[in-house]
Nanobody, 124 residues
Framework: QEQLVESGGGLVQPGGSLRLSCAAS????????IAWFRQAPGKEREGVSC????????KYLDSVKGRFTISRDNAKNTVYLQMNSLKPEDTAVYYC?????????????????WGKGTLVTVSS
C-alpha cells in the first residue's frame, strides 16, 4: 500500500522548534515532489512548503519564510520540515503530500498521495 506517515508533532512553547518527518512506503519518494500543508480549526488547508524532486528547489508560505526549512533524504524515503521560532498561529494539523508534478508542487488538487496528519500545537 502506498502511504505517507507524518511524525514529530506535539506541544511546543512559542519560540520553540519541532522537526516533522514524512516517511513514504510503497512508492519511491525520489520521483515525487513533496509538499507540506496545514489546516487550523475553522480554516481552509493551506500550502506551507514544497520541494522539487528534480533540482531540490523549494517554495514557502510567506508567513513561514526564514523560520521553516523543507528537506529530503531520498535514501531514507523521508521528507522533513524543520520548524523554528514557532508562533501560536502555526498551530494546525500538518499534512505531507506527494505529487509527480514538479512544476506545481504545492497545488492542493495535484497531490497524488496524502498523509493523515500530525498535530502541532504552539502554546504557552
Amino acid at each position: 500500500q502506498e502511504q505517507l506517515v507524518e511524525s514529530g508533532g506535539g506541544l511546543v512553547q512559542p519560540g520553540g522548534s519541532l522537526r516533522l518527518s514524512c516517511a513514504a512506503s510503497g512508492f519511491p519518494l525520489v520521483y515525487y515532489a513533496i509538499a507540506w500543508f496545514r489546516q487550523a480549526p475553522g480554516k481552509e488547508r493551506e500550502g506551507v512548503s514544497c520541494i522539487s524532486s528534480d533540482d531540490g528547489s523549494t517554495k514557502y508560505l510567506d508567513s513561514v519564510k526564514g523560520r521553516f526549512t523543507i528537506s529530503r533524504d531520498n535514501a531514507k524515503n523521508t521528507v522533513y520540515l524543520q520548524m523554528n521560532s514557532l508562533k501560536p498561529e502555526d498551530t494546525a494539523v500538518y499534512y505531507c503530500a506527494a505529487t509527480v508534478d514538479d512544476y506545481d508542487c504545492i497545488n492542493y488538487y495535484g497531490m497524488d498521495y496524502w498523509g493523515k496528519g500530525t498535530l502541532v500545537t504552539v502554546s504557552s
